[in-house]
Structure formats: C-alpha cells, structure tokens
C-alpha cells in the first residue's frame, strides 16, 4: 500500500518526480539520450552547457522512482522523457559481459567500457 501511495505522488509531479535528477542531451535531428536517477546535487553540467564525450554529468542515484541506485539511460525522439519514442543506440568500445558475444546488445546486459 505504501509503494502504491508514493508511486501516485510520483506520477502526479509528471517527469521530475519519475526520472528525479537527471540530464537531457540534445544531439539534434530529433534525439535526446536521457541519464535518469541521479543523486540529488550532483548534476555537474547546465542547461545550455556543451556536453562532450566522457564528461561527468553528475553521480549514479535513486532519486525518482528507483528502489536502489541505478542509471537509466535512454535515447528517444523527443525532449519529453515521458512522452518519447525509443531510439536504436549504437555503442562504441564496449564489450558483453556474456557467453556468446559478440552479439547486439541487449536490454539487462553487462557491459564493459574498453
């Protein structure tokens, strides 16, 4: 009863109370990444901000609707991260923490930077 009262009070304050803290990159021609979930004060860039490859956006959380620190991140055609269709992600200098790779990645993969 608990979660469902506090998943209501989320839902009521649109997408800061889903995604809490969290960064919104423009890449133009229609498609945003969004990093979700993150600690409260730690977001490390500003509207408007040039955001380059490898820079810090801010620290790994829970805020919003997350029972435990994690990153969300998706690309979507729309600044709207409520209201977005997903977008195909191609990652670079990865590698699958499984057996089988290569392969394309997939949702709930581990994944290593190189």
């Not at 729309?78 to 949702?107: E, Y």
């Amino acid at each position: 009863a608990r979660l469902l009262k506090e998943q209501g009070e989320r839902l009521s304050k649109g997408a800061i109370g889903l995604t809490g803290n969290y960064v919104l990159i423009d890449h133009g021609k229609n498609e945003y990444s969004l990093y979700a979930h993150l600690q409260p004060g730690s977001v490390r860039v500003h509207a408007g901000d040039e955001v380059k490859a490898g820079a810090v956006l801010g620290k790994l959380g829970s805020s919003g609707n997350s029972t435990e620190p994690h990153l969300h991140f998706h690309v979507c055609d729309k600044p709207d991260p409520l209201m977005c269709a997903g977008v195909p992600v191609n990652f670079s200098n990865i590698s699958i923490d499984s057996a089988g790779a290569p392969r394309p990645i997939q949702s709930g993969d581990l994944v290593t930077a190189k």
